[in-house]
């Protein structure tokens, strides 16, 4: 394969010379001013750039800096008869420069750095390919993931259309909360699916364990815990979900330490589970199965005041009471289509 290389130069002289030096092993462009050069690099996937700093109309760095965007992988060589310290230093430091030659070079000595040059394109861009196929992996993979949210929220509707929607409302609030509290891109769509799936427990509890307390397999947990435990459990056998299987375990514990399944406290709680708790309290209060039950959002705020650093954690809490009220009405009173973020 051969490579392209452009060289630019406002001296006539200066463009056959080095013409002649590279056109045996690389496939030579020439330009004689920046403009020309950006035309040419537009048209051309050029791997090295050997340009004079000082031009007229537009030195070397600044050709440099307009290419840097739609050529950002090749590889660029200053040639320089002046000592301009500081543009230098700028282009060094940005990346933009590979190496720089002072006038007059060796010949001996531009050819082995060409050469260099060449073999840092040439890593450079496979780096760059390996880099763009870990990302189409990676976006395969969230796709995969979304696939199977979707499926078992799907099985879930089936099932119970109520516990659908109030998944549904709960993972829209989780996800207001998580972006006030800061939470990562990352973070905050492991937050969403977590709270789509929060009451998945109630597709693989047994029935006798949800009608009767006597009958649950932990004696020591309630049927909400059991339900968050057989949820996680189900998640957890799913590879692409195991990362969110905590964040379902983990929703009944309290704030105080004494909720279950692991007594856990504070900040030992993961962050999702503790905003998932609050979503899925503050929506209980207010769409409840029974709508004769239902309490204003004003009367939810109130008992989950109440009960803050006993079984919630006061930043979730106060998160909540940021949100606007009409955006909170707006969600828990449509059956929202399902979303995952």
């Known amino acids: 394969m051969t490579y392209k290389l452009m060289i630019v130069d406002d001296e006539r002289a200066n463009l056959r010379l080095l013409e002649r030096m590279f056109n045996s092993e690389y496939e030579c462009l020439t330009a004689s001013s920046g403009e020309e050069a950006i035309r040419l690099l537009k048209q051309h996937d050029v791997a090295i750039l050997i340009t004079d700093q000082r031009m007229p109309q537009m030195t070397g760095i600044e050709l440099l800096k307009q290419t840097a965007e739609f050529r950002p992988h090749m590889v660029r060589i200053l040639l320089t008869g002046y000592t301009d310290v500081d543009a230098l230093v700028e282009a060094i430091n940005s990346g933009l420069v590979y190496m720089y030659v002072t006038k007059p070079w060796n010949n001996n000595d531009l050819k082995v750095l060409v050469a260099r040059a060449l073999e840092y394109y040439e890593n450079n861009k496979n780096r760059n390919t390996l880099a763009l196929a870990n990302e189409r992996l990676a976006l395969r993979l969230e796709q995969m993931k979304l696939g199977v949210v979707c499926a078992l929220a799907d099985t879930l509707r089936a099932i119970d259309e109520y516990d659908y929607y109030?998944?549904?409302?709960?993972?829209?609030?989780?996800?207001?909360?998580?972006?006030?509290?800061?939470?990562?891109?990352?973070?905050?769509?492991?937050?969403?699916?977590?709270?789509?799936?929060?009451?998945?427990?109630?597709?693989?509890?047994?029935?006798?364990?949800?009608?009767?307390?006597?009958?649950?397999?932990?004696?020591?947990?309630?049927?909400?815990?059991?339900?968050?435990?057989?949820?996680?459990?189900?998640?957890?056998?799913?590879?692409?979900?195991?990362?969110?299987?905590?964040?379902?375990?983990?929703?009944?514990?309290?704030?105080?330490?004494?909720?279950?399944?692991?007594?856990?406290?504070?900040?030992?709680?993961?962050?999702?589970?503790?905003?998932?708790?609050?979503?899925?309290?503050?929506?209980?209060?207010?769409?409840?199965?029974?709508?004769?039950?239902?309490?204003?959002?004003?009367?939810?705020?109130?008992?989950?005041?109440?009960?803050?650093?006993?079984?919630?954690?006061?930043?979730?809490?106060?998160?909540?009471?940021?949100?606007?009220?009409?955006?909170?009405?707006k969600t828990s009173s449509a059956q929202t289509s399902l979303h995952y973020a």
């Open 166 to 329: 109030h998944a549904v409302r709960v993972s829209e609030y989780a996800g207001a909360l998580g972006k006030i509290l800061g939470l990562s891109d990352e973070k905050q769509q492991e937050l969403t699916a977590a709270a789509l799936l929060h009451n998945l427990g109630h597709i693989g509890t047994p029935a006798p364990v949800l009608s009767n307390a006597n009958n649950l397999t932990r004696p020591d947990l309630t049927i909400p815990e059991v339900e968050c435990e057989r949820g996680a459990e189900i998640i957890s056998g799913i590879a692409e979900l195991r990362e969110i299987a905590d964040a379902v375990r983990c929703q009944r514990e309290n704030f105080d330490g004494t909720g279950q399944p692991r007594g856990l406290r504070g900040e030992q709680i993961p962050i999702t589970s503790r905003i998932i708790r609050v979503a899925d309290e503050y929506d209980s209060l207010t769409r409840p199965r029974d709508l004769s039950l239902a309490i204003s959002h004003e009367a939810a705020l109130e008992k989950l005041r109440a009960r803050t650093e006993k079984e919630f954690y006061p930043a979730v809490v106060n998160a909540l009471m940021e949100l606007d009220p009409a955006i909170l009405s």
